[in-house]
């Protein structure tokens, strides 16, 4: 006797009462399975998507300001290299200071800016106004952080933690534009 035909002679021995209980508990097991299966993930990914697709958006928006960046970059007139130096030299003088950075040229489509102890704010806005204003670009850099300084004085939120300034050491050789 092979397996499906004991299943029937079982069933068949069952009372009707019982048949039922055994039929509303197979169609109970067969909902929580048609549930966790087919059901629930359904639901779960219909409620995450306001906030996905909210974040996409977001996404969307960062990618299409960076475009526009990009294009506004690439829409600048191209600078001769010594134009370039020169407005290099001048955004370090300007933005890093005498006293925290000094650039050095060489020969090639290069320049070493070495830094000394410089606030990392600043670092971070000098890039900046170096990749819009001379056209020029990190190509190598090499810093570390210099031992914590004191914070300012003159905090007007006395209570607030007084966390001390990150700075930076080290070297940033920037590339120039290629000679026309």
Same mark, same amino acid.
């Given at each position: 006797? $092979?397996?499906?035909?004991?299943?029937?002679?079982?069933?068949?021995?069952?009372?009707?009462?019982?048949?039922?209980?055994?039929? &509303?508990?197979?169609?109970?097991?067969?909902?929580?399975?048609?549930?966790?299966?087919? @059901?629930?993930?359904?639901? #779960? !990914? @219909?409620?995450?998507? /306001?906030?996905?697709?909210?974040?996409?958006?977001?996404?969307?928006?960062?990618?299409?300001?960076?475009? $526009?960046?990009?294009?506004? @970059?690439?829409?600048?007139?191209?600078?001769?290299? %010594?134009?370039?130096?020169?407005?290099?030299?001048?955004?370090? #003088?300007?933005? @890093?200071?005498?006293? $925290?950075?000094?650039?050095?040229?060489?020969?090639? %489509?290069?320049?070493?800016? *070495?830094?000394?102890? *410089?606030?990392?704010? !600043?670092?971070?806005?000098?890039?900046?106004?170096?990749? &819009?204003?001379?056209?020029?670009?990190?190509?190598?850099?090499?810093? !570390?952080?210099?031992?914590?300084? /004191?914070?300012?004085? &003159?905090?007007?939120?006395? %209570?607030? /933690?007084?966390?001390?300034?990150?700075?930076?050491?080290?070297?940033?050789?920037?590339?120039?534009?290629? /000679?026309?």
């Amino acid at each position: 006797m $092979n397996f499906s035909e004991q299943l029937k002679a079982r069933w068949a021995a069952l009372a009707m009462r019982e048949r039922q209980m055994v039929g &509303g508990a197979i169609a109970l097991v067969a909902l929580a399975l048609l549930w966790w299966i087919a @059901l629930a993930p359904a639901l #779960r !990914t @219909l409620a995450a998507a /306001p906030a996905e697709h909210a974040q996409l958006d977001a996404q969307l928006q960062q990618m299409a300001t960076l475009q $526009n960046r990009a294009k506004a @970059l690439q829409s600048q007139p191209r600078l001769a290299r %010594d134009e370039a130096l020169r407005s290099l030299e001048t955004s370090v #003088r300007e933005g @890093l200071g005498v006293n $925290n950075a000094q650039l050095m040229t060489a020969g090639g %489509d290069g320049a070493t800016v *070495t830094l000394r102890a *410089t606030p990392a704010s !600043t670092v971070a806005q000098w890039l900046a106004q170096a990749r &819009g204003n001379a056209h020029a670009v990190p190509r190598e850099v090499h810093l !570390t952080r210099a031992p914590a300084t /004191p914070p300012a004085p &003159g905090n007007k939120d006395k %209570d607030a /933690p007084q966390l001390p300034q990150v700075r930076w050491e080290g070297t940033v050789v920037m590339a120039l534009p290629a /000679p026309r």
